[in-house]
């Protein structure tokens, strides 16, 4: 006799059929596999000590502070533990509860939402001379080669930019951003590239995104994270994709002591208040990708956080995109050239993709699909 201890869900899941065990009974099982730790913030505490006794009865738990049970303060936060199953017998029990247990209810639904089935490689092309990774830049026909050479490599996005946004970079005039960027524009339209793959525009000019739309682009790459009323408009009116990206600050000031009291919480609260503000103005959530802003205005544990965290912003039910190719954060847990941040770079994304990212913006794309292709091999 032999015993040894199972790994993914998957696995467990492929024994249990092994083995003979009723469909039905796998699939409940499947639900009681994997543990959720769930942070709650704000929570008033008649609503925590009810929450606490509903967790207990389905056999899940709640982390409460002392003195929870005599009320001492109104608001208190806690950490929900429980499996997908008890979950979902929560949120049925919540939704007749006072205090604020209604909301939840909503909010644990949210949570509960499915990893992405596929992931997509995003390329990047910078159309300037002062991007921090010189390896990126290219202009006239060695910009169109090198679009060319990541469709071929793998590369079903296309992110082209024509003004840095590195720490400390300075703006760019919108007239020469758009010399940069229309010999491009003007060779996705002529080739018709936008027949073999879906194009951003890296901007938040309206005039360069205008003209970029008007020439096959299909995607907005806003790291101002939708602050411009008229870039969502755009995206609506052309039928377009948007991604909305989270920074503190600006490129100039984003990295001078960023701070945060909870960076998971407010670049959740940032997401929920953008979404909403874009469904407002008529784009759909479907139509809406999500960046966390790596290196934006955000520290190394900042960074690192929002990594061990990033399946948390499923719950905007919007495709999530990570983009964090041989940036700094790299050099500062191993100190490293740009140059040599390859195998960062993917150890990072890799993690992303475990934790929901269905985008992945790079600047290796061959090397890329070669690691995704490993990974999907282990996991699926």
Request: aromatic content about 6%.
């Amino acid at each position: 006799m032999k015993a040894y201890r199972l790994g993914e869900v998957k696995d467990r899941i492929a024994l249990l059929e092994g083995i003979g065990a009723d469909p039905s009974g796998v699939r409940i099982m499947a639900r009681k596999m994997e543990v959720h730790w769930i942070a709650i913030r704000d929570l008033r505490t008649p609503g925590a000590n009810i929450l606490k006794q509903e967790a207990l009865s389905v056999g899940a738990d709640l982390a409460v502070p002392a003195g929870v049970i005599v009320c001492e303060s109104e608001r208190v936060n806690a950490i929900l533990l429980a499996t997908s199953s008890q979950l979902r017998i929560l949120q049925s029990k919540l939704k007749t509860q006072p205090f604020g247990l209604k909301q939840l209810a909503v909010q644990l639904a949210e949570l509960d939402r499915q990893l992405p089935r596929e992931v997509r490689i995003m390329g990047v092309l910078n159309a300037n001379d002062d991007s921090f990774y010189a390896g990126s830049r290219f202009q006239g026909a060695a910009a169109v080669e090198r679009i060319e050479g990541m469709i071929e490599e793998g590369a079903e996005i296309v992110d082209i930019g024509g003004v840095s946004s590195r720490p400390g970079s300075e703006p760019v005039p919108s007239e020469e951003e758009l010399s940069r960027v229309a010999p491009l524009c003007a060779a996705v339209r002529e080739h018709r590239l936008f027949e073999r793959a879906l194009f951003s525009i890296d901007s938040y000019t309206p005039e360069v995104v205008e003209y970029a739309l008007e020439s096959g682009f299909g995607l907005i790459n806003d790291i101002t994270g939708a602050s411009d009323d008229r870039l969502v408009d755009l995206a609506v009116r052309y039928g377009a994709y948007y991604c909305i990206m989270h920074m503190q600050g600006t490129p100039q000031t984003m990295q001078k002591n960023p701070s945060y009291e909870d960076v998971t919480a407010e670049v959740d609260e940032f997401f929920a208040e953008r979404v909403a503000k874009c469904e407002e103005r008529g784009l759909p959530r479907e139509r809406i990708v999500l960046d966390v802003g790596i290196g934006f205005g955000k520290s190394l544990e900042h960074n690192l956080t929002l990594l061990r965290n990033h399946r948390n912003f499923l719950r905007h039910g919007c495709e999530l995109l990570i983009g964090a190719s041989r940036k700094s954060m790299i050099d500062r847990i191993l100190p490293t050239p740009v140059e040599e941040r390859l195998p960062g770079t993917l150890a990072i994304h890799l993690k992303a993709v475990e934790n929901g990212a269905g985008i992945v913006r790079c600047h290796d794309v061959a090397e890329h699909r070669q690691a995704l292709a490993v990974w999907e091999a282990i996991v699926s």
